[in-house]
């Protein structure tokens, strides 16, 4: 099996470009979860819910304020061609700021979308 590296990923905050992640991490979805009826066991469709966290680098000037991100966006291309945009970001958390080991500042963020790729189901599409 051929593996399928990130090449870049970016966020787009109220217009504005941002190419300065370390890290994301996209969770998991659930897309049926099982139930309990009266004489046996059922399953039924969950509302998908895009989530995850990106280790942001906060920069000497001008730092985001997450506190005003309001339906932004998340690309990532992937170094085949393909790419994952994610609609509707909002900021769920910012963590604590932090000094990794390269003398950095970073925080992780934790955010919510509404959309991938266009749609609340859709799969990676080409570029």
Known sequence: MALTYISRASIEIN??????????????????????????????????????????????????????????NITIDYENGTREEFGGVYIEEAGPRKIDGENEIVQEITWIAETRNGNTGATIQPV
């Open 15 to 72: 217009g504005t470009v941002f190419d300065d992640i370390k890290a994301i991490d996209i969770d998991p979805r659930v897309i049926y979860k099982k139930v309990k009826l009266m004489y046996k066991s059922g399953e039924v469709q969950i509302t998908q819910r895009y989530s995850g966290k990106f280790t942001y680098v906060v920069p000497k000037v001008n730092p985001i304020s997450f506190d005003t991100v309001e339906n932004g």
